[in-house]
């Protein structure tokens, strides 16, 4: 059975940072284009960042340009997420993805349909 785990979440300080992964189970994760999405309550789901099967195109939303980083560690079959000078409007859910589709463009990656889907992990950001 395929499953993508997230991991990494809690509770920060405005300012701080989190470091985020995806792990898989029943399939290796670099074959897979790989995209962080997040869910705020009472907000629609925003894609925030991508990853090509290739890792020569990455992708960010606007809201996270500068502050994120996404990579993969092939060794530990996971992607992670490196969240810095987080800021309380980040607080949400957040979600990692995986599909086999290619994206040829950041609105196309971070609003395209995604085959495999994790669980979510908890993100606050508050003083």
């Known amino acids: 059975q395929l499953q993508l785990v997230e991991s990494g979440g809690g509770l920060v300080q405005p300012g701080g940072s989190l470091r985020l992964s995806c792990a898989a189970s029943g399939f290796t994760l670099n074959y897979y284009a790989i995209g962080w999405f997040r869910q705020a309550p009472g907000k629609e789901r925003e894609g925030v960042s991508y990853i090509s099967i290739s890792d020569s195109r990455t992708y960010y939303a606007d809201s996270v340009k500068g502050r994120f980083t996404v990579s993969r560690d092939n060794a530990k079959n996971t992607v992670n997420l490196q969240m810095s000078s987080l800021k309380p409007e980040d607080t949400a859910v957040y979600y990692c993805?995986?599909?086999?589709?290619?994206?040829?463009?950041?609105?196309?990656?971070?609003?395209?349909?995604?085959?495999?889907w994790g669980q979510g992990t908890q993100v606050t950001v508050s003083s």
């Open positions: 993805a995986a599909t086999r589709r290619i994206f040829w463009s950041r609105t196309s990656a971070l609003t395209g349909t995604y085959d495999y």
